[in-house]
C-alpha cells in the first residue's frame, strides 16, 4: 500500500448491518494489535438513509480520522455517488454485482451466490475485507461464535461458513490491494469507544446511581452501566423526562449513593434548575453532556462543540462547578474517574462535556490500570457530636462536613431555600451574605485542583493550535503536518475548561509566534472564555460546525 495507514468506510443505510461488518472489523484489527480510529456518521432515523462507519486502521499508533477513503464497502448504490469524489488514488471499491461498480475500480461481490439469505451480506462483506487485508481468519471467527454463541450452534455456523466462502472468493479474485503490515508491538489492547469509557471511569469511582432519559449521543453512558449493573450493584432508572432525571440524582446523593447522570444540550436545558438545586444544597452529582449540534433538535446525531457557554452558566444564581472536556478515549475515563471525585470532594455539581463524535468513537486502548488509582473523597457516616451537627458549617475552604443520613444519631437538614449553617430556611440578609462566601469558597478549591492544559510540542515562536475536547487528535496530526514541513508547531490542549488557570497556560500562549484556537461551533466559546478571564485574543481561529469531526486536512487548508 505504500503507507501503513488505510481508511476503511463502510457505507450504506440503517438495518443494512454496516455497524455489525464495522464492530466485527475494528475488534478484528484491535486483536491483531492494530491501531484503529472509528468515526461514526448516521442519520436521525432506524432504518434508510445514509450512514457510514470509517476505520482508520494503521500499524503505529493513530490519533483522528481522516478524509480520503482507501477501501470503500458500498452496502447501497446510493453510497458509490456520495463518496465517488472522497476516493484516494490507491481506493478499492466493494460493491454488490448487483448494483454494479459504477466505473470505479474494485470488486463486484456476487452476495446473492455467497449468502444463503440477504441477512447474511454484511458477513460477507466482512469476509471480503478480512481477505484484502490478509487478517487471520481466526480472529473474525472467533467474534462471530462470542457474538452469535447464545443463538445457537446453526447461526454460529451459517455466518461462519458465508464469511468462509466470502474470503475464499476475495483471494480467488486476486485483488490488488495490499496487506496490511505487522503491527507494532504495543501490549494487550481493547476496544471502547468515548462513552464506554465515561461509564467505567464512573464505576471505577464508585457510581452506583444513574438516572436519565435516552438521547443521543449521551445514551450509551447509561446503556454501559446497564450492561454491567447486576454485576457491580448500580441502579439505573429511566425517568419520565430529564427534569425527573437529575432531580432523582440529586436525591439519592443525598441518600449515599454516587450519582451520574448522562443527556445532550436539549436534554441538559431542561436540567437546569435541578443544577441549581445541587449547587445550593451543596450535594454532588455528576452530568455527563454529549454534545451535538442545536438549536432546538438541530443535527441530532451528528458531533459540535457548542453547548460551554450552556453548560458555564446553567441554573440560576452563582455556584461553583467544575467543567471536564476529555480529547481521547483514555482521558474520558480517567477525567470521569476525576469528576466524580471533585463532585464528592467540593460538593458540588461537576460536568463532563463529550460530543458525538468521541462518544461513537471505538479506539484501541491499553487496558486501565485501577490500582493507581488515587481514593476517591467519602461523605462521613459518622460526628463526634450529633446533637450539634451542623450540615452547612461555615469552614475556611467552604467544604462543610457532609453526613449521610441514617447512619447516625444526628440529623441532616436541607434546605432549596437560603439557609442557616443548621441547615433551616432564613432571610436574615447577613446570613445569605455568609453562606453564599462560603460556598463560593469552594471555587477557589476547583481552582487549585484543576487540571492545566497539555503542550505537545515547543511552543516557542510556533503556530500553537489551541483546542479543547475531542479535537486534540486532529490538531495533533495537523502541527506534525506543519513540523514535517519545517514550521515549528505544537498543541495547547484544554482537558478541562473551567476553572481556568491562566498562570499554567498564559507563559505559553506568549512563547507562540501565533496562535490559532481550533473548536468545533460558530462563536469560538473558549476563545471567548479566555478573552473574558485574561483579556487574550487568539491571532486566529478555526471553527467548524457543519456536523462532522476535525480532521488534520480540515484544519490546515483553513490555516
Known amino acids: 500500500m505504500g503507507a501503513s495507514a488505510v481508511n476503511i468506510v463502510i457505507g450504506g443505510e440503517a438495518g443494512q448491518g454496516l455497524v455489525t461488518v464495522g464492530e466485527f472489523l475494528s475488534r478484528a484489527l484491535v486483536r491483531a494489535g492494530y491501531a484503529i480510529v472509528v468515526t461514526q456518521d448516521y442519520q436521525s432515523r432506524i432504518r434508510g438513509g445514509h450512514n457510514t462507519f470509517a476505520i482508520r ?17 458500498a452496502l447501497s448504490a446510493e453510497t458509490l455517488d456520495i463518496h465517488r469524489s472522497d476516493l484516494t488514488d490507491r481506493a478499492l471499491v466493494l460493491a454488490d454485482a448487483a448494483h454494479g461498480l459504477a466505473g470505479l475500480p474494485g470488486l463486484a461481490v456476487p452476495y446473492k451466490e455467497l449468502c444463503p439469505k440477504p441477512l447474511y451480506e454484511n458477513m460477507a462483506a466482512l469476509g471480503v475485507l ?8 481466526a480472529w473474525i471467527t472467533g467474534l462471530i461464535a462470542e457474538k452469535f454463541g447464545r443463538k445457537g450452534d446453526e447461526i454460529v455456523a451459517a455466518n461462519s461458513q458465508v464469511f468462509a466462502a466470502a474470503m475464499d472468493w476475495t483471494i480467488a479474485q486476486k485483488a490488488a490491494f ?42 450509551s453512558v447509561i446503556q454501559t452501566y446497564i450492561d454491567h449493573a447486576d454485576r457491580m450493584g448500580v441502579v439505573c432508572e429511566q425517568a419520565e423526562d430529564e427534569i425527573a432525571a437529575v432531580i432523582m440524582a440529586v436525591g439519592a446523593s443525598y441518600a449515599g449513593a454516587r450519582p451520574m447522570v448522562s443527556t445532550s444540550g436539549g436534554g441538559f436545558a431542561l436540567m437546569v434548575e435541578g443544577v441549581s438545586l445541587s449547587g445550593m444544597l451543596e450535594t454532588p452529582v455528576t452530568i455527563v453532556v454529549a454534545q451535538r449540534p442545536g438549536p432546538a433538535t438541530g443535527l441530532p446525531t451528528r458531533t459540535e462543540q457548542a453547548d460551554l457557554d450552556l453548560v458555564l452558566s446553567a441554573g440560576h444564581g452563582e455556584f461553583p462547578r467544575a467543567i471536564f472536556a476529555p480529547g481521547s478515549v483514555e482521558q474520558c475515563f480517567h477525567l470521569s474517574y476525576r469528576a466524580v471525585d471533585a463532585a464528592e470532594r467540593f460538593q458540588s455539581p461537576v460536568f463532563i462535556l463529550t460530543d458525538q463524535f468521541l462518544a461513537d468513537s471505538f479506539r484501541d486502548v491499553a487496558p486501565f490500570d ?21 450540615r452547612y458549617a461555615v469552614t475556611g475552604d467552604g467544604v462543610s462536613p457532609r453526613l449521610i443520613p441514617g447512619f447516625c444519631e444526628a440529623t441532616v437538614v436541607l434546605d432549596s431555600d437560603e439557609h442557616t449553617p443548621d441547615g433551616h430556611i432564613t432571610e436574615d440578609l447577613g446570613v445569605r451574605v455568609t453562606m453564599q462566601d462560603k460556598r463560593m469558597r469552594k471555587h477557589d478549591g476547583l481552582a487549585k485542583a484543576a487540571l492545566p492544559p497539555d503542550v505537545y510540542g ?101 490555516l
Open 130 to 137: 478480512g481477505a484484502l487485508l490478509c487478517l487471520d481468519p
Open 57 to 73: 486502521a494503521d500499524s503505529a499508533p493513530v490519533v483522528a480520522p481522516t478524509e480520503g477513503i482507501d477501501l470503500l464497502v
Open 458 to 558: 515547543d511552543p516557542d515562536n510556533a503556530t500553537l493550535l489551541t483546542c479543547w475536547g475531542s479535537t486534540l487528535g486532529a490538531a495533533l496530526e495537523a502541527a506534525q503536518a506543519l513540523r514535517e514541513k519545517g514550521e515549528k508547531a505544537a498543541v495547547l490542549h484544554f482537558s478541562q475548561v473551567w476553572p481556568l488557570t491562566p498562570d499554567a497556560f498564559m507563559p505559553v500562549l506568549g512563547q507562540a509566534r501565533r496562535t490559532v484556537m481550533v473548536e468545533g461551533n460558530f462563536a469560538g466559546q473558549l476563545a471567548r472564555l479566555v478573552r473574558r478571564e485574561t483579556g487574550y485574543v487568539f491571532d486566529g481561529r478555526v471553527n467548524r460546525y457543519d456536523g462532522l469531526p476535525f480532521t488534520a486536512a480540515y484544519i490546515l487548508e483553513r
Open 178 to 219: 495490499a496487506c496490511l503490515p505487522p503491527p507494532e508491538a504495543r501490549g494487550r489492547r481493547v476496544m471502547l469507544h468515548g462513552n464506554d469509557a465515561i461509564a467505567l471511569g464512573g464505576l471505577a469511582a464508585g457510581v452506583d446511581f444513574c438516572s436519565f432519559y435516552p438521547m443521543t449521543p449521551g445514551t
Open 370 to 390: 485501577l490500582d493507581s488509582l488515587p481514593p476517591v473523597a467519602r461523605p462521613l457516616t459518622a460526628v463526634p457530636d450529633p446533637a450539634g451537627y451542623e
